[in-house]
């Protein structure tokens, strides 16, 4: 094999770790960098300032800015009463987009699935009931996968809330089960989201 | 419809194209010739493995490294590709449906359902409970495809509880013992009434089988649908997984009401096998293949007539070492 400079290939084996690129788009985008020096200076500032500024809310898990609670969080507008549990931070932004901005989240971070690892303690659940109870939560809609695991954590989650005060709804699950919110088009996701079923 | 099959390093033939009819379809030829093997390449469009119970690798070619298995489909006015490809180096089976990678095999058999009958049917009269399940299984999704999503929501809940049980981990149980007895629910319900559907046309059916006996199977579920699993919970902690549910449930074949699995001969139990697959075909109708591997060697001129009678309908493929003229004149019949 011809000479590459070392650093060109530890590039390449970096981008390969990112979702959908392989080998030759891997390749493709590290030359494309490397003749387009701007671009690159770019992204090397843009990489650097998402890193040091995106983290985690405090409160709803979900992303925020610079602060430890999100602009979303801290929105005295979102009055509704309802919270909508999801299992990743993306999902606040799809859930948005298609139900306007009166809602707050709660991101669990994925969902039960002992056998991948992923037990209760790895959920943001507990402080659920905090919540509930703090900013005057009337409605839960969980927003989790339509599959098996997705039906677990939800009964769990109803088990955990049963004593409390609160209605709990699952937005409706479409056919094909297997397909979460992420795959949805807007207005099948809109429709899952008025015609939910309550739970309790 | 399977309109045609090719295959590349599998078993015998190397490099081989074999056109297919609606109806029947005769695989003729002698001993070693490759009529099962053939038949075993039609089972893998459908079911994505060897239904001889061997390994992917096995039925590469002697000395070859890959094989590969094409075949077209006629379905909904449309011409479909399926193919099966499995390379011995790096362990991988691929399976494209036009082209596009599948990522569960299992979608595979809603796509080409297949009944498939070999002289290892006995195994199902004489082995495990989970041989007879399997097979049980197999016909209800064929009937019914969201079966089948019960089946595989199923095993998922129970590897998840097989996990949190080896880990005694009993605290967080609850969620999925209460899938497990959803499920529980809907997959006997579904078995009792297939079940009950069948029986009373099976005993009229095995009888022109076997001489006037007839057959019938009984289904026992191992839990009843409002049993509660919590009641198991010590039970199934102590050995360490789940023991309890649909993945227990017993199936026996009975000949005059007696367990075929000990009193009924060799050529009985295929027979009887044989008959409840047309028992199936003749309730349900269902849009399959059959695969018959030389189902003549345990019946006579006047079954075999009685078998071609339940095969008006589907598309079918029957191995045999040869076949009498009246047969070869009116229907598609591959030499080997
Ligand atoms: N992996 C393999 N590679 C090459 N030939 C094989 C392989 N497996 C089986 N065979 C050959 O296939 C023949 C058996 O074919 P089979 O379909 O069982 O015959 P039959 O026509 O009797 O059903 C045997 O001659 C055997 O040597
Ligand atoms: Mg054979
Ligand atoms: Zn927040």
């Known amino acids: ?200 | 419809m399977l309109v045609d099959i090719s295959l590349t390093f599998f078993r015998n033939f190397h490099e081989k194209n074999f056109k297919f009819e609606d109806g029947l379809n005769f695989i003729i030829g002698p001993n070693g010739s490759g009529k099962t093997n053939i038949l075993e390449a039609i089972g893998y469009l459908s079911q994505a493995k060897s239904f001889r119970k061997v390994a992917d690798k096995d039925v590469i070619s002697l000395g070859e490294k890959f094989f590969r298995i094409e075949g077209n489909i006629f379905r909904d006015e449309l011409r479909h590709e399926i193919e099966v490809i499995y390379e011995q180096e790096l362990g991988l089976k691929k399976i494209y449906l036009n082209k596009k990678q599948m990522e569960r095999s299992s979608r595979l058999f809603s796509f080409l359902p297949s009944l498939i009958s070999t002289d290892r049917d006995q195994e199902i009269i004489d082995g495990p409970p989970s041989e007879r399940r399997n097979m049980i299984n197999r016909l209800i999704s064929i009937a019914s495809p969201s079966y089948m999503n019960l089946l595989i929501d199923y095993k998922k809940v129970i590897e998840n509880k097989n996990f949190l049980l080896r880990e005694k981990k009993v605290a967080e149980l609850g969620p999925w013992n209460g899938k497990q007895e959803e499920l529980t629910k809907q997959i006997v319900r579904e078995r009792a009434s297939f079940i009950e559907k069948i029986n009373i046309p099976y005993k009229n059916i095995s009888k022109e089988f076997l001489n006037g006996k007839t057959s019938v199977v009984t289904y026992i579920p191992s839990m009843d649908g409002d049993m509660h699993l919590y009641r198991f919970i010590d039970e199934e902690m102590e050995i360490g997984y789940s023991i309890y549910g649909p993945h227990r449930d017993y199936f026996e074949f009975m000949i005059d009401d007696r367990p075929a699995k000990i009193f009924g001969s060799e050529g009985e139990k295929r027979l009887s096998i044989l008959a409840f697959f047309f028992t199936f075909l003749t309730v349900y109708k269902p849009d399959s293949i059959v695969v018959l591997d030389e189902p003549f060697g345990v019946i006579d001129k006047r079954g075999m007539n009685v078998v071609l009678s339940y095969l008006i309908k589907n598309q079918t493929f029957i191995s045999a070492p040869f076949l009498d003229n009246d047969f070869r004149t009116s229907y598609n019949v591959i030499t080997l």
């Open chain 1, 1 to 200: 094999m011809s000479w590459v400079p070392s650093s060109l290939k530890k590039l390449i084996e970096n981008l390969k770790k990112l979702p959908g690129i392989g080998e030759r788009s891997g390749f493709r985008i590290a030359y494309f960098l490397l003749k387009d020096r701007d671009t690159l200076e770019n992204l090397i500032e843009s990489l650097r300032e998402v890193n040091e500024r995106v983290k985690l809310c405090k409160i709803c898990h979900g992303f925020s800015e610079d602060t430890d609670i999100c602009p979303i969080c801290t929105d005295e507008r979102r009055n509704s009463g309802v919270l909508c549990i999801v299992e990743r931070p993306e999902d606040v932004n799809i859930i948005e987009s298609v139900q306007g901005l009166g809602w707050k989240y709660h991101v669990i971070g994925g969902v039960l699935s002992p056998v991948r690892g992923i037990t209760l303690d790895k959920l943001n659940i507990f402080d659920i009931r905090d919540r509930i109870r703090k900013e005057n939560i009337k409605e839960i809609v969980m927003a989790l996968s339509p599959d098996v695991e997705g039906d677990a954590t939800i009964s769990y989650i109803l088990q955990l809330l049963s004593d409390m005060e609160v209605s709990i709804s699952r937005i409706a699950v479409g056919l094909p089960r297997g397909i979460d919110i992420t795959l949805m088009d807007p207005f099948t996701l809109k429709e899952s989201i008025l015609g939910r079923r309550k739970l309790k």
